[in-house]
């Protein structure tokens, strides 16, 4: 479908297969790839799981574009997703990456109305943005952004961390002082699992403490570059975990 990009542009599909035990190489080998503005198709396969943001790390080294626009395993794109996106970085200067509006879809196909992830909010310099980004105000998944190639060379993926990489992604540009181009436009469809393969790796995450440690790891990775009011915030999500941890370990011990 040479719509999605109007003939504007080209573009490569890299896959990182994170060493699953389901049957996704079979299904990547056996798709037909028709449309002739993928420049080309890069299938990497990890010897062992490495988690996600060590993935997309590998991924984007592999890459040749000018521009990066993450996908997650469980997340769908609109049919315009990266011509929006790329028209909004093609015609805008002092910004390196811009972000859209993101759908939410439950298991039966059905969209949630007004449970759309990206909040409607324009801060403005980088101490308003992290600040809402902390508090809750503004969530921004990866699978709705588009960055220049050059980003990458601020390490905005944390390799030790196996959880919260959308939530890190965004603290690590906010620090750095990258504030998104916003568009209106709907890029992006999170499918949101009540059961399954999301919802059991989070639940695991809180389970076994990665989430506590990721946040712990993350957290000393930016401290210095936070201010007082920012540090408690993130302060607040550990607490917030760990709490949460608690809460579910004497739920499983009840039942």
């Given at each position: ?10 573009f ?8 699953s035990n389901?049957?996704?190489?079979e299904?990547i080998?056996k798709?037909?790839?028709e ?21 997309y790390t590998?991924?984007y080294?592999?890459?040749v574009?000018?521009?990066i626009?993450?996908l997650?395993?469980d997340d769908?794109?609109?049919r315009?997703s ?12 002092g ?42 105000q503004?969530?921004?998944p ?13 390490n ?7 959880s ?27 499918r949101y699992?009540?059961?399954?393969s999301?919802s059991?790796l ?20 930016v ?10 915030l993130?302060?607040n ?14 739920s499983?011990?009840?039942?």
């Amino acid at each position: 479908d040479r719509q999605i990009t109007n003939g504007s542009f080209t573009f490569e599909v890299i896959i990182v297969e994170d060493n699953s035990n389901d049957k996704s190489v079979e299904l990547i080998q056996k798709f037909e790839w028709e449309n002739s503005d993928i420049r080309r198709i890069h299938f990497l396969k990890n010897d062992k799981n490495l988690g996600v943001s060590a993935s997309y790390t590998m991924g984007y080294r592999e890459s040749v574009g000018r521009y990066i626009a993450p996908l997650d395993a469980d997340d769908l794109l609109t049919r315009f997703s990266l011509l929006f996106r790329f028209r909004a970085l093609e015609e805008t200067s002092g910004k390196n990456w811009v972000t859209g509006q993101q759908l939410v879809m439950q298991d039966n196909g059905k969209f949630v109305a007004g449970k759309e992830f990206n909040k409607r909010s324009t801060p403005h310099n980088k101490m308003d943005f992290l600040t809402q980004h902390l508090n809750g105000q503004l969530y921004i998944p990866a699978s709705s952004t588009m960055l220049r190639k050059e980003l990458l060379s601020k390490n905005l993926w944390i390799n030790e961390m196996t959880s919260s990489q959308d939530f890190a992604l965004i603290v690590m540009l906010g620090v750095a002082g990258e504030i998104p181009k916003y568009i209106d436009d709907y890029v992006a469809i999170y499918r949101y699992h009540m059961e399954g393969s999301t919802s059991s790796l989070y639940q695991n995450s809180i389970r076994d403490g990665r989430k506590i440690r990721d946040f712990q790891v993350l957290y000393s990775r930016v401290r210095d570059g936070l201010t007082k009011e920012q540090r408690i915030l993130f302060e607040n999500w550990i607490k917030k975990w760990e709490e949460t941890r608690t809460e579910y370990l004497a739920s499983q011990v009840t039942n």
